[in-house]
């Protein structure tokens, strides 16, 4: 399920942002970006639509997910 970034609390998403940039396997290819800068990437990626706050059910978990690996 898609949770619409008007009903996350900015520090809430911050948060998770945050986390998701931190966790192993997140790769931003050749150039090194510190923290805040791949945060403002994840974020421009969410506000324009090419990345969605995912929920699943099945796993009881929260995740940032690009748009063709959304599930339904």
Do not use: R
Request: glycine share 4%; charged share 20%; aromatic share 6%.
């Amino acid at each position: 399920m898609i949770i619409p970034l008007n009903e996350i609390a900015p520090e809430t998403l911050q948060n998770l942002v945050e986390a998701f940039v931190l966790q192993e396997g997140t790769d931003y290819g050749e150039m090194e970006y510190d923290l805040e800068q791949k945060v403002n990437h994840v974020m421009m990626q969410l506000k324009s639509g090419q990345a969605f706050v995912q929920y699943s059910e099945l796993h009881e978990s929260v995740n940032i997910v690009c748009k063709d690996q959304i599930e339904n």
